[in-house]
């Protein structure tokens, strides 16, 4: 049997469909199981040994290099490639976990008997399918959703844990950093304070302030975590604080980043894609939840704590606010003690 799963982006959905690609698995042990992918997000997959092959779609670089007028041709000849690979396989069953236009439309390129969804697709996915859309209740959590679906179409969703591979190589590359550092046996807290929406950041003198307090009030290390781009908001984090913790903004790939969250206590962090690589990961999550639902796309698992102030317009799901009162409302009190709750805890 010949399965493809359609899940493009982000990095945290993608994290977020690990458990339904072991249900999956344990659902049809024989199957060849592949999976279609952004290059982004690539990394969470590639590897992962319930998976056969992972076809990558380079489309946000194609895009951009189409808006060029050089060299036209080999965008194109990337992309025809591309579906070439896509369409070299007879699938007997296509299933689309995005339910957007861009995964749609590669459903229906893709050669399937069966090409199926989930009902709330947008953008008109849904046509690309030739089977009713599987019900799925949206007031759940995600990876439950997900776990439906599997369920639905005979995988087996016990014990899915959704854990992302990582290889020995992964694991020395941050033993090094951390060597690096001095830092050996000391109890780790990661905080990783950004994200893509203005409306989930927390006021940066925060992250400083609960930072300097994990430090001094239960002796901790601090090490920030966050992507090459996020370097120099964390510089000035840090750069407030009277002892400066670690830096390892875009110093660690993925599968690094989700080993060395195994090395941590906990995760205080925004509603972005390393949370839900640290919960995949096991590791305790903070979260800090303002214009998003958390019982939809929060850290998923036992062990986690969700901070919000529940105000009458959140989760309004907005890119853009004007006075974010959803997470200025959130207090440094508040994040330390459900920290410290987690720390002694432990």
Not at 19 to 32: C, H, I, Q, S, Y
Not at 38 to 60: C, F, Q
């Amino acid at each position: 049997m010949n399965i493809l799963i359609v899940k493009l982006s982000a990095i945290g959905d993608v994290v977020q469909s690990l458990p339904f690609l072991e249900a999956l698995r344990k659902g049809f042990p024989r199957a060849n199981i592949d999976w279609v992918v952004e290059e982004d997000s690539s990394e969470v997959v590639v590897g992962h040994p319930a998976l056969n092959r992972v076809i990558l779609s380079r489309r946000k670089a194609w895009r951009g290099r189409l808006t060029k007028t050089a060299n036209l041709s080999s965008v194109f000849r990337e992309m025809a490639n591309f579906l070439k690979e896509l369409r070299s396989v007879d699938y007997d069953l296509v299933i689309d976990l995005q339910g957007l236009l861009k995964s749609g439309v590669l459903v229906g390129f893709s050669k399937g008997k069966r090409k199926i969804g989930m009902s709330g697709s947008r953008e008109g996915a849904s046509l690309f399918l030739n089977e009713r859309p599987i019900q799925v209740d949206y007031g759940r959590h995600a990876i439950d959703r997900y776990l439906r679906v599997a369920e639905t179409i005979g995988g087996d969703a016990s014990k899915a844990e959704g854990r992302i591979p990582y290889a020995d190589a992964d694991r020395m590359s941050v033993e090094r950093i951390l060597d690096r550092y001095e830092i050996q046996n000391e109890t780790l807290v990661a905080i990783n304070p950004m994200a893509r929406w203005p409306t989930k950041l927390w006021e940066a003198e925060r992250f400083a302030l609960l930072a300097t307090r994990i430090r001094e009030e239960l002796g901790c290390e601090v090490v920030f975590t966050g992507s090459s781009g996020d370097k120099s908001v964390i510089r000035c984090i840090m750069a407030t604080m009277p002892v400066g913790p670690v830096n390892l903004a875009g110093k660690t790939s993925l599968k690094e980043l989700a080993y060395l969250y195994t090395r941590c206590r906990l995760l205080v962090t925004t509603d972005t894609g390393p949370m839900h690589v640290a919960a995949a990961m096991g590791c305790p999550v903070v979260a800090l939840f303002g214009p998003t639902a958390p019982w939809r796309t929060g850290p998923y698992g036992p062990g986690h704590a969700v901070i919000r102030t529940g105000i009458a317009c959140s989760p309004c799901f907005s890119k853009r606010c004007d006075h974010m009162t959803c997470m200025k409302e959130i207090g440094i009190d508040q994040v330390f003690d459900a920290v410290k709750t987690v720390v002694r805890n432990g």
